[in-house]
């Protein structure tokens, strides 16, 4: 199976970075499918940590082209200081390995005054948005006046459909929000150097794609936000604005479904969560402390502290089910060593009876109370483990209660940071799962 589609298969953060970085040598192409620069990738190699926001994870190996697709919404001025502070570190950013699609749409500073204003202004009823633009943009994508990177070719167009949102926008920003209005001119014209330098990188990402297919190239798909922050099936209204399900890679990449040979979902050994939301596993009290501490759960983008639970095997079934999941890479097995018990919640009580998915009302997982399942845990140290045999034997059994549980093998465990500290069991066949 040639491409593989990487998706998180919690509400992010789970890792994905690390697992495109050490997958890309036996890709040809790397391309992100949706999302913003509200989602940060962190992967450390050789001693340094990378933090990535829009441009993929393959970047960071020399050989492999990376692509942004139509499907991500893109800050122009954020996409050439991520470049920057890469070219900064020696690698190659040039056009020849590094694409937009001309079909993304742009992130420009009025989304961003507009994001801000109304999460203020909702007062204790924030959803949780990082104020950086993304859910504005998709809404002027899908009311069709949204500025594209292919509008950057022609300085003249891309200065008059900056004028007509204003128009809009201003009066949002002055009339309800009480905010100042942004001039379309000083706008533009900071634009103007940022469209110069961005113009050679833009390109038609599905015919890069379908060369790349033709000549037997593989590509790999990287998801930005988990899957329970997708805009239709996650925990709306506490989402992001874009579909974060794999077979969204098709559409955000510009390339058949019938390309997306593989899902690989990336799964921590535990569950987090930032900004508001129901939690069922959340872990409020010195568990939870010890998981956040020890695994430095702070975001990559935000800096926000991420709230930090047990696994919860509800939410990967509904993963599993959504995007046809085929092998689990768990992430930071080792945070969990050093705690007596560790926990899986196999199924939640809703209303009175049990459930093995999540509700679909929009209060369903508040009401939620979980069922644990408790396991025996492990004080080994295990950064310098490389074979899967070599994990102590409560870690193993934890991981194949896991398995037995979503019906996935789990064919990556990671046990630190840096890219050598994987264990890699290669890609099985799934089995059913079992319940609680």
Not at 63 to 91: H, Q, S, T, W, Y
Not at 206 to 224: H, K, N, P, T, V
Request: hydrophobic share 35%; proline share 5%.
């Amino acid at each position: 199976m040639s491409n593989i589609v990487i998706i998180g298969a919690q509400w992010g953060d789970e890792g994905k970075g690390k697992i495109v970085d050490m997958l890309a040598p036996d890709m040809d192409a790397v391309v992100r499918f949706q999302g913003g620069h509200n989602a940060g990738h962190t992967v450390s190699v050789g001693g340094k940590t990378y933090k990535l926001k829009l441009i993929p994870s393959g970047i960071l190996h020399k050989d492999k082209i990376c692509l942004v697709g139509n499907g991500v919404v893109l800050d122009p001025r954020e996409f050439c200081a991520e470049m920057d502070a890469l070219i900064a570190e020696g690698l190659d950013l040039g056009p020849g390995r590094l694409k937009i699609s001309r079909k993304c749409h742009l992130i420009l500073p009025y989304h961003q005054a507009l994001d801000q204003a109304r999460e203020t202004s909702k007062g204790d009823d924030k959803i949780g948005t990082t104020g950086r633009g993304i859910g504005p943009c998709y809404e002027d994508k899908a009311a069709r006046v949204g500025i594209r990177a292919c509008d950057l070719e022609d300085f003249d167009l891309l200065r008059g459909k900056i004028h007509s949102a204003l128009k809009e926008k201003n009066a949002l920003l002055a009339g309800l929000y009480g905010q100042k209005s942004l001039d379309p001119e000083t706008l533009a014209a900071k634009l103007k150097p940022v469209a110069a330098r961005l113009a050679p990188y833009l390109t038609d990402v599905s015919e890069e794609l379908s060369r790349i297919e033709a000549r037997g190239g593989r590509i790999m798909f990287e998801g930005a936000q988990g899957v329970h922050l997708d805009i239709d099936h996650g925990t709306y209204p506490f989402v992001t604005s874009s579909n974060t399900v794999a077979g969204n890679a098709a559409a955000g990449g510009g390339i058949a479904h019938s390309s997306l040979h593989r899902v690989v979902g990336v799964a921590k050994a535990y569950t987090t969560r930032v900004g508001s939301g129901a939690f069922p596993t959340e872990l409020t009290e010195e568990t939870g402390r010890y998981i956040q501490q020890k695994g430095a759960e702070i975001g990559t983008v935000t800096g926000r502290k991420r709230r930090c639970g047990w696994l919860d095997a509800v939410v990967l079934r509904e993963s599993v089910r959504l995007c046809g999941v085929n092998d689990f890479a768990l992430t930071k097995l080792d945070v969990l060593s050093g705690l007596p018990e560790v926990k899986i919640c196999t199924e939640y009580v809703y209303r009175g009876r049990r459930i093995l998915y999540p509700p679909q009302a929009e209060s369903g997982l508040a009401e939620v109370e979980p069922v644990y399942e408790s396991l025996p845990g492990w004080h080994e140290n295990l950064s310098a483990v490389r074979v899967f045999s070599d994990l102590p034997e409560a870690a193993r059994n934890y991981i194949a209660r896991l398995e037995a549980l979503t019906g996935v093998p789990v064919g990556i465990v990671s046990v630190g940071a840096n890219r050598e500290q994987t264990v890699m069991r290669g890609l099985k066949s799934p089995q059913p799962p079992s319940a609680g």
